[in-house]
């Protein structure tokens, strides 16, 4: 079965700077998914980015970028030029390449909770 | 972009009644449809994973009679806590999904409060 290990239960940005989230993950499987979920004091869980396991290039959304190591099996966010509203929970996941039934469900680590200051 | 609507936001109730929530997708037809369970300050843990007009496939350690889930429609699909009791306050989100190869879009959650 497949795990996702999140080793930082809290972190602490000054705003306008950089930090870097850990995600490993354990899995036999050759082709999946990883994603970065936020999920803001509101609870929506939104999604951050998104790689593809058979894509070497680190997938990059606007201030957000990631680290994909597949050999290592690991995944790190970055955050750039970190604002107020970046403060929320993040949430690695993992997603089997597999179709149908149960197949594909998202396997969530614990989380990290990130917190800005000013 | 996808949006997925979870109704009702916030439930209190008896212990005793039983309680339904509802997962919308409204601008996509939502092949599957995913239930997770959120504890305080914990991560989501699936539930139960739904195919439009299929039974659905609970987890391990998921009461199939206890937690009802319908998908009757590619739009639709329903969680009923029956006879619930106060354990069974938590955070319930669902989630849905067009096709495979598509991400999850998921709701905004609903508490429940059993008292």
């Known amino acids: 079965a497949q795990t996702v290990t999140q080793s930082q239960p809290e972190m602490s940005v000054q705003e306008a700077e950089t930090v870097t989230l850990s995600c490993t993950y354990d899995?036999?499987?050759?082709?999946?998914?990883l994603f970065w979920y936020k999920q803001p004091p509101s609870r929506q869980m939104i999604l951050v980015i998104r790689?593809?396991?058979?894509?070497?290039q680190n997938a990059t959304e606007n201030r957000f970028s990631v680290n994909f190591q597949k050999a290592a099996k690991s995944f790190s966010l970055k955050i750039s030029d970190s604002q107020l509203g970046d403060a929320a929970m993040y949430f690695c996941?993992?997603?089997?390449?597999?179709?149908?039934?149960?197949?594909?469900?998202?396997?969530f680590g614990k989380g990290t909770k990130l917190s800005v200051k000013p | 972009g996808a949006v997925v609507s979870q109704h009702p936001s916030w439930v209190i109730c008896k212990s005793g009644t039983s309680v339904k929530i509802e997962c919308r997708s409204l601008?996509?037809?939502?092949?599957?449809m995913f239930w997770y369970r959120q504890f305080p300050k914990q991560s989501l843990m699936l539930m139960a994973t739904?195919?439009?007009?299929?039974?659905?496939?609970?987890e391990q350690g998921v009461e199939k009679d206890k937690f009802l889930i319908n998908h009757a429609s590619l739009t639709l699909s329903t969680l009923t806590v029956t006879s619930a009791h106060p354990e069974d306050s938590s955070f319930y989100i669902c989630?849905?999904?067009?096709?495979?190869?598509?991400?999850?879009?998921f709701g905004d959650g609903t508490r429940l409060s059993i008292l």
């Open positions: 739904s195919n439009e007009g299929s039974k659905a496939t609970y």
């Open positions: 989630s849905a999904r067009s096709v495979t190869n598509q991400p999850q879009h």
């Open positions: 790689q593809e396991a058979y894509k070497q």
């Open positions: 996941a993992y997603r089997s390449y597999g179709y149908g039934g149960s197949q594909g469900n998202l396997i």
């Open positions: 899995t036999s499987e050759s082709d999946y998914y």
């Open positions: 601008d996509f037809q939502a092949t599957t």
